[in-house]
């Protein structure tokens, strides 16, 4: 797994035990659905106010979120021989509100963050109740195999 990390924003550190973390997350991604561990995904790390004029640009909405995907997959066209699945940007800042809000720690709020991430990019969404319901599960079972658990 190759991860080109660019962090844009100063206002939080990440340690390089959490990005193992990460990292860990994205190659069960890949594993769980049967990937192997040969690609390339960028992630970006932002601030509440570079992610909502990312939010504006690309989405038309013009408010924070935590994390943006921006899959090189066209429509679920997805060939496994391309090995740059695509960007992950995230709101650190959003992230930590999302963990003191949801009362557990900024690490496992990461965490589902860069998994939600990686299953956009290989082509899953929540546009209706079932792919939420499809996606969740995938979600739950990758973070349930790494031991990482709501607090």
């Known amino acids: 797994m190759n991860i080109e990390l660019d962090n844009r924003q100063d206002k939080i550190d990440i340690d390089g035990e959490l990005l193992?973390?990460?990292e860990s997350v994205m190659e069960k991604c890949l594993e769980y659905e049967g990937w192997d561990r040969d690609?390339?995904?960028s992630m970006v790390f932002v601030d509440n106010?570079?992610?909502r004029e990312l939010n504006s640009?690309?989405?038309n909405?013009?408010?924070e979120t935590d994390v943006l995907s921006f899959p090189?997959?066209?429509d679920g066209e997805f060939q496994l021989e391309e090995k740059l699945l695509g960007?992950?940007?995230i709101s650190l800042e959003k992230a930590l509100e999302q963990s003191l809000e949801y009362g557990h720690s900024f690490e496992r709020e990461m965490a589902f963050l860069v998994c939600h991430s990686m299953f956009h990019l290989m082509g899953y969404d929540h546009d209706n109740e079932e792919n939420t319901k499809i996606m969740r599960?995938?979600?739950e079972d990758v973070l349930g195999k790494l031991g990482i658990k709501r607090d």
């Open 61 to 63: 909405i013009d408010r």
């Open 49 to 51: 106010a570079q992610i």
């Open 87 to 89: 960007d992950i940007v």
């Open 57 to 59: 640009d690309f989405r």
């Open 39 to 41: 690609y390339e995904v």
């Open 20 to 22: 193992q973390k990460l």
């Open 137 to 139: 599960s995938k979600e």
């Open 72 to 74: 090189l997959v066209e």
